[in-house]
């Protein structure tokens, strides 16, 4: 994203990188941007559920929508609109900038047979979807990526989520958890972020504003299909290199993610005015979805599948 940013405007907006830590913490990257310490950051919008619980619609939320559905509410159903509302009221400005696809749901030390076995287990997920896990018993931890495979090496934390097979596969979960679980409940279409201080933004042409809207549009799609590209054979990898177990949660435990989520996403929209617009947004966009996605997408995937045995 930096580099096509700086490219495809031939220099005029120039971004250099600051890994995690480098210039602020790496939950601090929000502030920084707000206020003008730092000009803009790529991350996961659901971070910043601190601030206001409508940060969540625009990175994931629990039973929520797909890539592709993502891309067309944000485009198409009023989503980017409703993000530059939000984002104002904190100086900034997010565009679209990744999307990791339907994530994995997570790996355990011990396998996950019931609701029950829920109960207690120390789990790392961001977001709203770990709030659905404390609806079932989970004592939930947020950390940033660089921490969790030491937590879970330690015993801190029991399990965690990640993103999908090629992502895990380089943190090395595998060695300490045997047991990966799909699929995720809590992230099916992750959308990133590249966030910018909104007076930075103001301050560029309107040429500059579309070529970098472009840039991370582009950016958006070119994520997407890398992990398209690796997460199979890292898969087969974990599978065959590494003993892995994958395993599918029932029935019962995907219905009581669906509850949970449920009572979750009903009381964000209650924070305030504007988080209510945006929770009724996306539930609309996802109820419209859901039908065609099942019909075209999925159907016409297990039918293939079944074709070639």
């Known amino acids: 994203m930096a580099d096509r940013i700086t490219a495809a405007t031939d220099g005029r907006i120039t971004v250099k990188l600051f890994a995690a830590g480098e210039l602020v913490p790496p939950f601090e990257s929000f502030d920084a941007v707000s206020t003008g310490t730092a000009d803009l950051l ?14 969540n619609f625009f990175c994931a939320v629990p039973m929520g929508l797909l890539q592709p559905e993502m891309d067309a509410w944000m485009q198409f159903g009023g989503g980017q609109e409703l993000w530059d509302e939000l984002a104002a009221e904190f100086n900034l400005k997010g565009l679209p900038c990744g999307n990791t696809g339907v994530q994995m749901g997570g790996w355990f030390r011990k396998e996950i047979n019931s609701v029950e076995d829920f109960n207690g287990l120390k789990f790392r997920m961001p977001g709203a979807g770990g ?18 495979f030491p937590a879970l090496q330690s015993g801190a934390i029991d399990g965690t989520e990640w993103v999908g097979p090629w992502n895990d596969l380089a943190f090395g979960f595998y060695r300490v958890a045997k047991y990966y679980y799909w699929p995720g409940f809590h992230e099916p279409g992750p959308m990133l972020e590249c966030t910018f201080n909104k007076g930075v933004w103001d301050s560029f042409s309107d040429s500059d ?7 991370c549009l582009a950016e958006n799609n070119a994520t997407m299909a890398e992990f398209n590209a690796r997460n199979g054979d890292a ?42 617009r945006i929770y009724n947004s996306f539930i609309d966009a996802r109820t419209k979805a859901m039908d065609w996605t099942a019909l075209a997408d999925m159907g016409y995937a297990l039918k293939r599948r079944a074709a070639f045995g």
């Open 42 to 55: 790529h991350a996961a919008s659901y971070y910043w559920q601190g601030k206001s619980k409508g940060f």
């Open 131 to 148: 709030e659905v896990l404390r609806q079932l018993g989970a004592a939930v931890v947020n950390l940033p990526g660089g921490e969790i």
């Open 209 to 215: 504003k579309a070529l970098v809207t472009a840039c």
């Open 235 to 276: 898969l087969e990898q974990l599978i065959t290199q590494h003993g892995v177990e994958l395993r599918e949660f029932s029935d019962e435990i995907f219905t009581a993610f669906h509850e949970a989520t449920e009572t979750v996403l009903a009381d964000m929209a209650t924070e305030s005015e504007l988080v209510d």
